[in-house]
């Protein structure tokens, strides 16, 4: 294993409204919306669970009540070291990330980047090597989440042969997670979405990865009440640890 290709970087994108969360979310900003039962917002989960995958420093782009955020990351005993940046004016979801990679300590090395909305549990360091393994310039982290309703098969002939509670996707969808080579950054665009520029061009080259989650690995992410429901549902069951 290649140990330079094990990033101990990270961003985590903490600036969403989340306006689907409220009334979470009239006094905070998403990522500090805690799950239920657990006491610790989403954001300190995340940074539980970087550290725990080797991550050392991490940088949060705040944005909607940011002062709430950066107050949290004060008064909180942090398992890494943790600095923030704030958007002076909306840049995008690919010029935020710019603008955040522009604060890593290390910008020559590799790094993390997560949506500050995804509560997951699965290993960043497979995922490194298998980013590393392709020469890719990014990585996606790839899931297959259950619908949220039951679903009819049926034969040739339209007869109903089945009923299935919530069965997965039958297309992987992007898990909000990334592996970013050092020169990812100089790619994105100053403002506006790296997924409608810098991802395409990447895809077309075949510099851009997908790795598909584990069998067995935890995802959400935390959009609206029914998923905080479902979360604390979930980590009373085990599948959430």
Not at 1 to 17: H, I, K, R, Y
Not at 39 to 68: F, K, M, R, Y
Not at 124 to 138: G, Q
Request: charge should be negative; glycine fraction near 10%.
């Amino acid at each position: 294993m290649n140990v330079a290709s094990q990033p101990t970087q990270a961003v985590v994108l903490a600036g969403g409204q989340g306006s689907r969360l409220r009334p979470y979310t009239n006094d905070r900003p998403k990522p500090m919306v805690e799950i239920p039962g657990t006491g610790t917002p989403i954001i300190g989960h995340q940074l539980n669970w970087l550290a725990a995958e080797g991550v050392t420093d991490v940088v949060v782009s705040c944005g909607h009540l940011a002062e709430v955020l950066q107050d949290w990351l004060k008064e909180t005993e942090l398992p890494v070291r943790v600095s923030t940046v704030v958007e002076s004016e909306p840049l995008g979801r690919g010029g935020g990330l710019k603008y955040a990679a522009a604060a890593l300590p290390r910008p020559a090395e590799p790094w993390y980047a997560t949506n500050g909305d995804i509560w997951t549990r699965f290993s960043l360091r497979a995922m490194a090597d298998f980013h590393t393994e392709r020469d890719a310039t990014a990585t996606i982290a790839l899931a297959r989440p259950r619908i949220p309703w039951g679903a009819v098969a049926t034969d040739e002939f339209g007869n109903v042969t089945d009923f299935i509670e919530s069965p997965p996707l039958s297309y992987q969808i992007n898990a909000g997670v990334y592996v970013f080579s050092p020169d990812f950054a100089e790619l994105l665009p100053e403002r506006g979405d790296h997924e409608r520029t810098t991802f395409p061009r990447l895809a077309r080259e075949r510099r851009l990865a997908g790795f598909p989650l584990p069998q067995g690995s935890y995802w959400r992410a935390i959009d609206t009440a029914k998923d905080l429901t479902e979360a604390a549902r979930e980590l009373r069951g085990g599948s959430a640890g």
